[in-house]
């Protein structure tokens, strides 16, 4: 009486077995921009894809970076979306990057994607001065240039989210320098600016946080995304651009060398960076399209109305020598400013 037993466990096994739910492909993103927008368009490309599982990772564009040359011998993730042009310029001379040229590749400009299709830019994100509304409501007490958040009434009210992780803060701090004359009084000023500045975050989150808790006045951050936590979730935030100009950065998308499943992550690229999907980014996410393609009636009247001075800058000069000034911030003038200018036989005003 066993055997009977046995077999029709066996069978039910293989029965099982056979109509158990195929595995689904595994597509890992890295990107830094944000969980509102990584869970739209991973809901959109499941539904139309439900073979696949989209998983994103939420970090800085510079945390991404990091992470891709770590993970060179055995990638983990499959799409890059989202950093600054010279993250991907170096990732793209390091051999991290897999080249693709999308079917959208002749709607942008030269300077907007690498001459080997390593990557390609998606959005103009300029970077602004970010406040709390409601405590400063009034027009004549907002910073309206970057030198304004050195003078003494801004002490202990700056938040920075920490730049060694975030593209954004790199671009600015290294922007910053190059405004100077020389990279030493660079230096200095990055020293005034932190004996004003309370704390510096561990990433936007905190910083978002902090200054709708009203833990700090102002801060420096990217228009779009100061845009979406003041709609999305109403925080009390303002912002303007620079009075002498601001930082314009072409954040980027790349497929990752050698990384699992590309042919998904091909057609996720195709996706996120179809005309539909541009229009939807602009209008809900606060994204500038670099496509040069999509009809402007489509999209927002801001994008047309706001005054955007960019800032002349040497990005193959802050690309090569950017990482350098960060790391010598982060060693001798991070959370010791005064102390830095008082070595260096700086004044401290």
């Not at 079917?103 to 602004?128: C, I, K, N, Q």
């Not at 709609?231 to 303007?240: D, I, K, R, T, V």
């Not at 950065?249 to 541009?278: H, Q």
């Not at 690309?319 to 830095?340: F, L, Q, S, T, V």
Request: net charge negative.
């Amino acid at each position: 009486m066993r055997y009977p037993i046995l077999l029709l466990t066996i069978l039910l096994l293989f029965v099982v077995g056979c109509t158990s739910t195929p595995e689904k492909a595994t597509l890992v993103i890295y990107s830094p921009h944000g969980k509102e927008m990584l869970n739209r368009f991973e809901n959109i490309f499941e539904e139309a894809h439900p073979e696949v599982d989209v998983q994103w990772i939420d970090m800085g564009g510079q945390n991404a970076y990091d992470r891709i040359r770590t993970e060179k011998e055995r990638p983990q993730a499959s799409i890059w979306w989202g950093g600054s042009s010279m993250a991907f310029n170096r990732a793209a001379v390091e051999g991290l990057l897999e080249p693709y040229s999308p079917s959208w590749a002749d709607a942008v400009t030269d300077d907007m994607h690498d001459h080997r299709h390593m990557w390609y830019g998606t959005f103009l994100t300029p970077e602004v001065i970010a406040f709390n509304s409601r405590t400063l409501p009034n027009d004549e007490d907002i910073p309206k240039d970057w030198d304004d958040l050195l003078e003494p009434q801004w002490k202990d009210r700056v938040l920075i989210r920490y730049p060694l992780a975030s593209a954004t803060m790199r671009t600015i701090f290294g922007a910053m320098i190059m405004r100077q004359p020389t990279v030493e009084e660079g230096y200095a000023w990055l020293a005034k600016l932190d004996m004003n500045t309370k704390t510096y975050t561990a990433d936007p989150t905190q910083l978002y946080l902090k200054l709708a808790r009203e833990e700090g006045d102002v801060s420096f951050w990217n228009m779009p995304d100061i845009f979406l936590q003041q709609q999305e979730n109403e925080y009390p935030f303002g912002f303007l651009i620079p009075l002498s100009g601001t930082p314009v950065l072409t954040d980027g998308i790349a497929l990752v060398k050698n990384g699992p499943n590309l042919d998904w992550a091909r057609k996720f690229y195709e996706m996120a960076t179809s005309e539909e999907a541009m229009i939807l980014q602009a209008n809900e996410f606060f994204r500038i399209p670099s496509r040069q393609d999509i009809d402007p009636s489509q999209l927002p009247a801001w994008i047309a109305n706001t005054d955007i001075q960019p800032m002349s800058l040497d990005w193959e000069r802050l690309a090569e020598e950017g990482p350098g000034w960060m790391k010598y911030w982060d060693e001798n003038i991070k959370g010791r400013g005064a102390d830095y200018l008082e070595e260096q036989g700086m004044p401290t005003e």
